[in-house]
Every structure is written in structure tokens, then in C-alpha cells.
């Protein structure tokens, strides 16, 4: 469809928008309730996708319709809606292990989000496999969840943290990342999307070159999920992992996907009920991976919204989003680069959904305030990624980040909005 | 939500842009450090002290308009004040910053430090505004750690 709005690059003219073929924004909008919202007087231009997605009428449907139809304990009950729920929740698992091109519903573990993802991979394959005077390897570019829980097991086991850098338009600098791996590297940590630059990293080959050297490779999916189509088995990535709610589902549910193997050989992660086959005061045998895995009561609902999210996406087609996503952020990245005294960080090559700016003598919390006043929601600050900050010399920065019900016209209300920054600066 | 312009005022823009008192002093009789983690704004406040009295106070460091603006025109406030005279104006401070005393031109304590009232309309700025008085009391109070708006 084609829309018509002022554009700031014309200033004064009008500007004609015509969208991807094969993806109408304007129906996906529709299906987004928050979009209709009003922020501080005027229609909300939420630009803060990275930090979390909104969600589309269908997933909030889907948890309703769980709660009133579906709702009890999973596992457990030989009851009616016990197999109900149940079955709604290996259903889920099922829908993530084919959004993700996993080769087994049972190498699909849900967890809260990818933070804990990263946390269980650390404490269990990690404590087994890292030792003292071991490796692991991170980047530079890696956010606060894919530093603190390396950081945490490398200090209880006297291991060393690695981190492999950057160049200056944020790409990861090959080379130095093969260096890096050694033979005391036991494993690498790596996002597919830096949600502070937005770079896409080149992961087949990361993943060539560590499994070369027989290190497994853990991919941080947390911006690239809801982004680009992710096929963990032809990645053969070892272990992958997102969160719901920036993938346009709830919030408290994730994913860990794991090759079968590899989760066999691990040890739990949480102790508790449902993870277990059978406990005696001498002796507990644990249950069978994914539950190994998922002690306790389970987000039971939230997987339920996760699938419904990730159906929706799938009939969107990924394939549709990315290159609709891929639009948007070349049309954003040229007219917001366009204006004097503004500078991006994060010019990589290959990029997603994040445009990180600076203003010339304005810091970005008060760029921040003052597109507020504007409706316009962006995130500034360090976006839990400080190493990247400081790589850049840099405290903070505005980040604008796209999903995919934004559009072209109110990237063109963020260019005015980062003007009315600098006049009240000026 | 209160206009920009009560958040932005010209003293306050003019602060940011060019502060007062900024500076590092090489041997200090008390310094300490404040930082925001949720924006990465950091300043390091140093005291000359003579007794209870401050002698001189400055400050470095890197932050938003607010937060620098607040830090210049603290360090212009409080110098040759007592201690107790900072304790007092910090708190009359916090009080207009949050909204919990109406600030007016003619309050002759706070002064210039009334421009800051239009912060207690924008709740997420407060901690900008502050953040250099609670790194001050933590100079004065000789804390080793450095001190967090969280």
C-alpha cells in the first residue's frame, strides 16, 4: 500500500512511502491494540523494539483462551484439563522447536527468557567442562546477560574470560576472534544481533571455525529471533537462545534450544518437581531432557502466548519481516544520518533493527526527554551493553529499534523529533 | 507533563554547556564518586574543607544536561557553607526537584537553584538532578564507596 507524508528530507514537499511488496504494514498495525495508544498528547511512535516488542491482539487472545478453557497444572493430573494443559504446552514446545528448525521437540527447553538461557548453559555445561586456567570466549559487542554469568563461572573456576574486539563500524573482527580460540577455549558465547549496534555477526563462519577446533557455540538470539529466519541446524550452532517478549510474545517465558546430546550429558540446572523420574531420601533419578531441565511449575501460559506469537510471525513470513525490517532501517539509517551534528554507532555492514545515534553536545537521556514530549518512544542509555560503550568512547547513546508494524512515516516523526532536540539546544 | 522549557530553562542549558567549578583538585581533603547505572552518568565531587566549612567544591565528570547543569550550580551554592548549610539546602532541593515543596523565585535558600523546579514535572529526571548532591554528601560523609542513584 502506499501512504503519504511530510517527509523531512523534502522539507515542505510530500513524500510518497511505498512499502515492501507482500507485507501491508497498515493490516499488521491493526492487530497491534498498544499502537492506537496516545503518548503526551500525541499518537505513540514506539521505537524501542529491542528492549521489548509489543503484541499483537492474537497472543494476548491465546493466553485469555488458556486461562479460561485450558488452565492446569501440566505433568501431572490424570484429569481432563490437566492433559489439556499439557498438551497446549508441548504443543508450544513443538511450534518453537519448528519456528527454530530444531530436529527434536525435546532439545526445546523453556526458560524465562534468554537471560536465564545463558545462565543454565553457564552453570551446567559450564561447571562441567570449564576448569581452572580454561577459556571462555565472548565479544565485545556482547550485551550485560552474555558478559556477567561468563564472568561469574570464569571466578569460581579460576577460568579466563576472553573477549575477542570490534572495529570501528562495530563488526567483529574475524581474525582476532580465531586467534582467540585456543586450545583451552571450552566454549563461545556470541549474540547473532548486538542489541547496542545492531550488527549482524557472521555466524556460519564463527561457528566453522570453533567447531573446527571441537569448542561448542552458544548463540545469544535474543535481537535476531524476532528479526531475521533462524535455522539452528543449518547454523549448527550448539546451543541457542532467545526471549518472548522481544519476539512479539509475553514476557517470563524463553528459550534454550540445545543439541540432544549435549543436553543429555548435562547435569540440571534447577532442582525440584517435574524434573525428576523418581526421589528417595538416598537417591533421585533425574527425568529425561527437556523436563531434566524445567523444575517446577512451568509458564504455562506465557508458553502458550509464545507459540501464538511465533504463528503469527510464521504467517507473516519471516522471510516478509526481514526484508521489510532490512527497509526500514536503510531509510532510517540514511535520513537520520543526514542531519548535521548527528552520528551513528554501529555502521557494520550487515545490520538489524538498531540504530544507535549520538548528538553533537546532547546527551542522549535528554534526547531522549525531549522525543518523549514528542510521543516518541527510543531507549538511551547503554543498553546493558557498557564494554560497548566504552569501545567507543562513548557514555551512552539514543537508539532508535524498529519492529515490524513501524514505518517509514514515523521514522520521518523521528528526524523532526531529533530537530526539535537540537533547536532546543541550539 | 510539564513543557520543555520548565525542564530546559536557559541557566540550565547554559550550565551544562559551559560549567562552573569544573575541575579536579589534586589533593583533596575528601572526594567520592556517584554514578546512574540506568544512564551511565558518572561525577566525581572534590572538597576543600576548613573545619565544617567548605572551602571549595568541584566536580568532573560526564552526564545529561540536568546532571551537569545541577552539579555546576551546586558547587556555586555551597561554597564557604557548613556542612549543615549543604544538608539543609539539599534537602529544600529535593523537595522542589520532587515535587514535594513548591519552589518561588523569592525562596532566598535555594536561589538560583529554583530553576530546577520544572524537574519534579518529569519524574525520570529526578535522579539527574540529584545525582551530584548525593554524591556530595558522600564526599562529605567520607564514604570510600562509590555511590549509585540506585
Not at chain 1, 511530510?6 to 498495525?29: I, N
Not at chain 1, 494476548?60 to 499439557?86: F, P
Not at chain 1, 566454549?187 to 542489541?195: E, P, Y
Not at chain 2, 554514578?35 to 565531587?45: A, I, K, M, Q, R
Request: with cysteine; aromatic share 6%.
Amino acid at each position: 500500500m502506499t501512504t503519504i507524508a511530510r517527509s523531512p528530507l523534502h522539507s515542505g514537499r510530500t513524500a510518497v512511502h511505498e512499502d515492501a511488496p507482500g507485507f501491508d504494514v497498515e493490516r499488521v498495525r491493526a492487530d497491534f491494540p498498544i499502537l492506537r495508544e496516545k503518548a503526551r498528547g500525541h499518537q505513540l511512535v514506539y521505537l524501542d523494539n529491542a528492549a521489548t516488542s509489543q503484541k499483537p491482539k492474537v497472543v494476548m487472545d491465546a493466553i485469555l483462551r488458556y486461562y479460561e478453557h485450558d488452565n492446569a497444572n501440566i505433568h501431572r493430573g490424570v484429569h481432563y484439563l490437566s492433559e489439556r494443559a499439557t498438551e497446549e504446552f508441548e504443543e508450544a514446545r513443538k511450534s518453537v522447536q519448528s519456528f527454530l528448525h530444531a530436529a527434536r521437540p525435546s532439545e526445546i527447553i523453556f526458560v524465562r527468557g534468554a537471560t536465564e538461557a545463558i545462565n543454565l548453559v553457564a552453570q551446567t555445561y559450564g561447571r562441567v567442562h570449564v576448569g581452572a586456567g580454561d577459556e571462555v570466549l565472548i565479544t565485545t559487542m556482547e550485551h550485560h546477560s552474555n558478559i556477567v554469568p561468563w564472568q561469574m563461572l570464569c571466578e569460581e573456576k579460576q577460568a579466563t574470560l576472553r573477549v575477542a574486539p570490534i572495529n570501528d563500524q562495530g563488526e567483529l573482527i574475524l581474525e582476532e576472534f580465531e586467534k582467540l580460540l585456543g586450545p583451552k577455549t571450552k566454549i563461545v558465547s556470541i549474540g547473532h544481533v548486538s542489541n547496542a549496534l545492531g550488527t549482524v555477526n557472521p555466524l556460519a563462519e564463527i561457528i566453522r571455525m570453533s567447531h573446527a577446533r571441537n569448542i561448542p557455540v552458544l548463540v545469544d538470539g535474543a535481537q535476531a529471533v524476532p528479526r531475521v529466519p533462524v535455522n539452528v541446524q543449518e547454523l549448527d550452532c550448539d546451543f541457542y537462545v532467545f526471549s518472548g517478549h522481544k519476539t512479539y510474545g509475553p514476557t517470563g517465558i524463553g528459550i534454550l534450544y540445545g543439541k540432544l546430546a549435549l543436553l543429555e550429558a548435562m547435569p540440571p540446572y534447577q532442582g525440584g518437581g517435574d524434573m525428576i523420574s523418581s526421589v528417595t531420601f538416598e537417591k533421585t533419578i533425574y527425568n529425561k531432557v527437556p523436563h531434566k531441565f524445567e523444575a517446577g511449575t512451568p509458564d504455562m501460559s506465557g508458553a502458550v502466548g509464545l507459540r501464538a506469537a511465533l504463528e503469527y510471525l510464521e504467517r507473516l513470513g519471516m522471510d516478509n519481516i526481514a526484508a521489510y525490517e532490512h527497509e526500514l532501517l536503510a531509510y532510517a539509517t540514511k535520513v537520520v544520518s543526514a542531519i548535521p551534528g548527528v552520528r551513528l554507532i554501529g555502521t557494520a555492514k550487515e545490520k538489524a533493527g538498531v540504530l544507535s545515534f549520538v548528538i553533537e553536545g546532547i546527551h542522549p537521556h535528554d534526547i531522549g526527554t525531549i522525543l518523549d514530549q514528542e510521543g516518541i518512544a527510543i531507549r538511551t542509555g547503554h543498553h546493558c551493553a557498557q564494554p560497548v560503550m566504552a569501545r567507543f568512547c562513548i557514555d551512552a547513546t539514543a537508539r532508535a529499534s524498529f519492529g515490524l508494524y513501524n514505518t517509514k512515516e514515523e521514522i520521518d516523526a523521528l528526524v523532526l523529533g531529533i530537530q526539535k532536540v537540537q533547536e532546543v539546544f541550539a | 507533563m510539564g513543557d520543555l522549557r520548565d525542564l530546559y530553562q536557559e541557566v540550565i542549558l547554559e550550565h551544562s554547556k559551559a560549567p562552573r567549578n569544573y575541575r579536579e583538585l589534586q589533593n583533596p581533603d575528601r572526594k567520592a564518586e556517584g554514578f546512574n547505572p540506568l544512564c551511565g552518568d558518572h561525577f566525581t565531587v572534590y572538597l576543600q574543607m576548613q573545619g565544617e566549612t567548605i572551602q571549595d567544591v568541584v566536580f568532573q565528570g560526564s552526564g545529561c544536561a540536568i546532571s551537569k547543569a545541577s552539579a555546576s550550580m551546586m558547587t556555586q551554592a555551597l561554597k564557604g557553607k557548613t556542612r549543615q548549610d549543604a544538608d539543609e539546602l539539599f534537602e529544600r532541593f529535593h523537595n522542589v526537584v520532587t515535587g514535594h515543596a513548591a519552589a518561588n523565585g523569592s525562596d532566598a535558600e535555594l536561589g538560583k537553584l529554583t530553576v530546577f523546579s520544572g524537574v519534579s514535572e518529569f519524574p525520570t529526571r529526578v535522579k539527574c538532578a540529584t545525582l551530584a548532591w548525593h554524591t556530595l554528601q558522600a564526599a562529605l560523609a567520607g564514604k570510600q564507596d562509590a555511590v549509585s542513584t540506585e
